[in-house]
């Protein structure tokens, strides 16, 4: 049975630790400064049953994914691969080819730092797009923007006003998180989501005003 928001919500497949945590957020703002809802695994907690079992239940009720398989390297910290978005991504994968009528028109991209690497990571996506960002959040910001553009009837702004106003936003999140008492550096993701969406809310409130004066 299809689900509520369906057709809005984007299913985040990528490490959540801190060397990409600013990619991580970049994604979070962009697909919710999009006008789409952003899910992951983070939005569920600890004590609420198997992790990929909640996964599962997560990738049924998204329509998009964005899967970043750029973590996915051997480090002196890390000698053994991570192997948890790719997993993820073949659950999107499957979900899509063998789930419910609605399922079969999941949509997705895959991503990653350099062009190309994929072919040393998994050879059986060739034919895919992999789209590298550098890890660089303003190439990430453009990608996503132009994807989720593509998936409306109705044009998105350019990548730039995104790029902007997340500068813009990054600027605020400090001072947004002293108000409320948050730790910035170790803000969870429902209260960094509520951020972000409290802070594009008002920021779309003083456009309107805006152009209601002129």
């Not at 919710?32 to 809802?37: A, E, M, Q, V």
């Not at 009837?153 to 008492?181: N, V």
Request: charge should be neutral; glycine fraction near 6%.
């Amino acid at each position: 049975m299809k689900v509520k928001d369906y057709d809005r919500n984007v299913f985040i497949n990528c490490a959540f630790d801190s060397k990409f945590i600013d990619l991580f957020r970049a994604i979070v703002y962009t697909v919710h400064d999009c006008g789409f809802i952003a899910r992951c695994a983070l939005e569920k907690g600890n004590n609420e049953g198997v992790r990929i079992d909640k996964i599962v239940k997560i990738i049924e009720q998204c329509k998009y994914g964005i899967h970043d398989l750029s973590s996915i390297e051997i480090t002196a910290e890390s000698p053994l691969p991570r192997y948890n978005m790719p997993y993820e991504l073949g659950v999107f994968m499957g979900c899509k080819h063998f789930g419910e009528a609605f399922q079969t028109r999941k949509d997705f991209i895959v991503l990653d730092s350099e062009p190309h690497r994929y072919k040393q990571l998994i050879s059986d996506l060739a034919g895919y797009d992999f789209l590298p960002h550098q890890n660089n959040p303003n190439t990430l910001i453009a990608i996503i923007r132009d994807w989720l553009s593509g998936t409306r009837a109705k044009q998105l702004p350019g990548p730039k006003y995104y790029q902007e106003r997340y500068e813009r936003f990054l600027k605020d999140y400090p001072k947004l998180c002293q108000s409320l008492g948050y730790d910035a550096a170790t803000l969870n993701f429902k209260d960094y989501y509520a951020l972000v969406s409290a802070w594009i809310q008002e920021e779309n409130r003083k456009l309107l005003e805006s152009a209601i004066e002129e």
